[in-house]
């Protein structure tokens, strides 16, 4: 069977194991039942996620334009304490800053590499987690705004990590950590502004099971860039990576807006 599309990054559906669905314009592919089953992935061209056209995509499945101008990739995405729209300050589109940042916003702890620091809306809450191939995850507090959450989650970073180390989450190295008691701690080092929103008692833990035969001992990217033709036999599939018996690794975000064709 063949299936061919624009790669965005794969739905999930949170069960044991997680769910996972490449979706494109007229078919959609359940990836778990694809374990143990060999795969091609082939290159097939560029069609920016934002604007449609074939152009070269940049970053983020948008093309250099699109990347440049839609209020979609602001700086305030990677970085929630640039948020102004609760200033009614304007980056590139206030009407569609204020939708998106004047909504709840969780500050949490997960555990994917190592404890890390982040920030969601409330409505990606457990999708964010799983992108990020966590198996545990437990929220500090929920804040009105994103702007809130980003100074909070700069205040933390001189705690804990923000980023997660990808190679490690795809090798399955992940401490034993306490998060119940690491949510704790961190009420300690929370700024000023959010102290009223933050309570001890609210501390749901929340557990994650991926779908993986093996995990690698050593990872290898895989780039559609310097191969545009790859095959191999799927073996697991966490946060938003293919994993492949040989221990080729494909990050799917990476590569959002790019056409593909995959063969079964």
Known sequence: MIYEGVLTKMQTELGNPIQYYLVFENSFLNLNQLLDKELEISFQGYQCLHCGKKKKIFRQGHCYDCFMSSASVGDWIMKPE??????????????????????????????????????????????????????????????????????????????????????????????????????????????????????????????????????????TSLSLDKTPLFQGKLSGIKGQYLLFQDGTVFNIRTFEGYVVKISL
Not at 126 to 142: H, K, N, V
Not at 165 to 176: C, G, T, Y
Not at 189 to 197: A, G, I, K, T
């Open 82 to 219: 640039l948020s102004t729209a609760h200033l009614d300050i304007e980056d590139r589109d206030l009407d569609y800053e204020r939708k998106v940042q004047l909504q709840p916003h969780v500050v949490y702890l997960a555990l994917s590499s190592e404890v890390k620091v982040g920030v969601t809306r409330g409505t990606q809450i457990p999708t964010r987690w799983i992108d990020q191939g966590a198996i545990q995850a437990i929220p500090i507090l929920e804040l009105p705004n994103r702007y809130l959450a980003g100074i909070t989650e700069v205040a933390l970073k001189n705690k804990y990590a923000d980023k997660t180390n990808w190679q490690k989450m795809l090798k399955n190295e992940v401490p034993k950590v306490d998060l119940i008691q690491e949510r704790l701690k961190s009420g300690n080092f929370l700024p000023n502004e959010v102290r009223d929103y933050y309570s001890e008692n609210n501390s749901h833990l929340y557990e994650f099971h991926y779908p993986v035969l093996t995990y690698p001992k050593k990872v």
